[in-house]
């Protein structure tokens, strides 16, 4: 693969294993999935040794045991500065005792309730999630389904894939499968291949997407054999799971590489998190590096009540103030969607500032991303409906199709009247 000069990525993590307690290990290994997974951090002893925690809170840690699981790959880990208590790699996977298990919600969205077969949730009208595992490679304390850590690792059963499958055949409405965990690119090939292969072959499903973290937390997993099962089962569209730009490394980029010439669209869904990305700077940054490596921001979520992360959330006015130094200020190919997940299965909701300054029956004042008023002359419905004729003519005899359109937009433009 070229090698870009002068890698926009050079200042974040490219030198983290040099610095980390890594360093030795040669690169072959490093880079080596197998090796990666088999020194997993995840004893109270080996990140104290990483660390240098104080004895408090290591035996604070000991006291939590796994409770809620935590396991961070090396490569993971190296991105982490162990002289910075406040580091946001660490803050997002690093278990602490902040950590406050009284405080927050076992199932925030409310996904069991939807649960129409194993792992399936149907919500919307046409699109299902479909959790496949529960396994990842590291673990994040805000993850909306830490609820399900505590069974085995083990993903789904084929039973209980099957069963699933049959739900999607039943289901003509669904066109759309999104296949999450969980990480299904944790999944060993045959079983993702199974998945995969069967959903492709229900003739109504014309969307499937794959929810990964790997390209940011053992970017390694992309490797040939990966790509040849995606490639087999494409097309495919995934959405990854970046949060800060120091996670914007190399071997990151490399990973995003390999499935954008796969020719596989790429997306991020980011969650907004107290003391990790909670300002405009580190956003703006990260979603320009993301364009870099074609990479589109797709959401920007409000960080949920779940148990134990509560030290991690902000305020929704956070977001729309984030939202609002993102707007006009870079390209809109930067900008997610900032949205807030319903409660008890409401779904997602979208959240954006207000530019409406004003609005009378014919007009708008406006505001734009500097902040300059503008009046803008509003179009359409009430001219129009004052000439119904007019209607018939340019939709000719179908015309009453149009008339449910323009008595939608009625009620926004009848406002105040
Ligand atoms: C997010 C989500 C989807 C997919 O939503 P999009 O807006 O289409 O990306 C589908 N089902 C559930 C339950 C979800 O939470
Ligand atoms: S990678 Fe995703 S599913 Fe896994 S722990 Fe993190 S947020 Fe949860």
């Known amino acids: 693969m ?31 999935l197998r090796w990666q997974l088999e020194h997993l951090v ?12 104080p004895a408090e809170e290591l035996a604070a840690l000991r006291a939590q045991g796994q409770r809620f699981r935590w396991a961070i790959s090396p490569y993971y880990f ?52 479909f959790v496949v595992t529960s396994f990842c490679s590291s673990y994040c304390r805000f993850c909306i389904r830490k609820r399900n850590w505590r069974k ?25 499968v999104l296949v999450s965990g969980g990480d299904p690119l944790t999944l060993p090939h045959e079983q993702l291949e199974y998945i995969l292969s069967r959903v492709r072959e229900i003739p109504h499903i014309e969307l ?17 054999a990966l790509c040849r ?11 990854t799971h970046f949060n800060h730009p120091n996670e914007l490394t190399e071997e990151a980029a490399t990973a995003c590489e390999r499935l954008a010439r796969l020719g596989i669209p790429l997306g991020n869904q980011s969650v907004l998190l ?78 954006a500032p207000d530019y409406v300054v004003e609005r009378t029956a014919d007009r708008l004042v406006l505001r734009n991303y500097a902040g300059e008023t503008f009046v803008y002359p509003d179009g359409g419905r009430p001219a129009e409906a004052s000439k119904p004729a007019a209607l018939d003519v340019r939709y000719g005899r179908g015309a009453t199709r149009a008339l449910p359109v323009l008595s939608a937009a009625a009620p926004v433009d009848n406002d105040g009247e």
């Open 208 to 224: 499937v997407r794959i929810g990964s973290r790997e390209p940011v937390m053992l970017p390694m997993r992309i490797d040939d």
């Open 274 to 351: 107290a003391g990790v990305n909670d300002d405009v700077g580190t956003l703006k940054k990260l979603f320009q590096g993301l364009l870099r490596i074609r990479v589109r921001p797709y959401y920007l979520y409000q960080a949920d009540p779940v148990v134990g992360a509560t030290h991690l959330r902000t305020s929704v006015s956070k977001g729309i103030e984030i939202m609002e130094g993102l707007r006009g200020h870079t390209t809109g190919l930067a900008v997610p969607t900032f949205v807030v997940d319903a409660p008890g299965g409401g779904g997602k909701i979208p959240l």
């Open 2 to 32: 070229a090698r870009r000069t002068g890698s926009p990525f050079e200042a974040a993590g490219r030198h983290a294993k040099a610095r980390s307690a890594w360093r030795d290990i040669p690169i072959e290994q490093w880079n080596d």
């Open 78 to 129: 190296s991105l982490i500065d162990p002289n910075d208590p406040a580091d946001p790699i660490r803050r997002m996977v690093v278990p602490s005792s902040q950590e406050d298990l009284s405080s927050g919600e076992d199932d925030p969205l409310g996904e069991k309730h939807d649960q129409v077969a194993p792992g399936l949730t149907h919500r919307y009208p046409d699109r299902v999630l």
């Open 229 to 239: 099962v995606l490639d087999r089962n494409g097309p495919l569209w995934i959405n």
């Open 42 to 53: 995840r004893t109270p002893d080996a990140l104290g040794a990483l660390l240098g925690l």
């Open 152 to 176: 085995s690792d083990a993903a789904r059963s084929r039973d209980e894939i099957d069963e699933a499958i049959r739900y999607l055949r039943a289901h003509e409405e669904v066109r759309d």
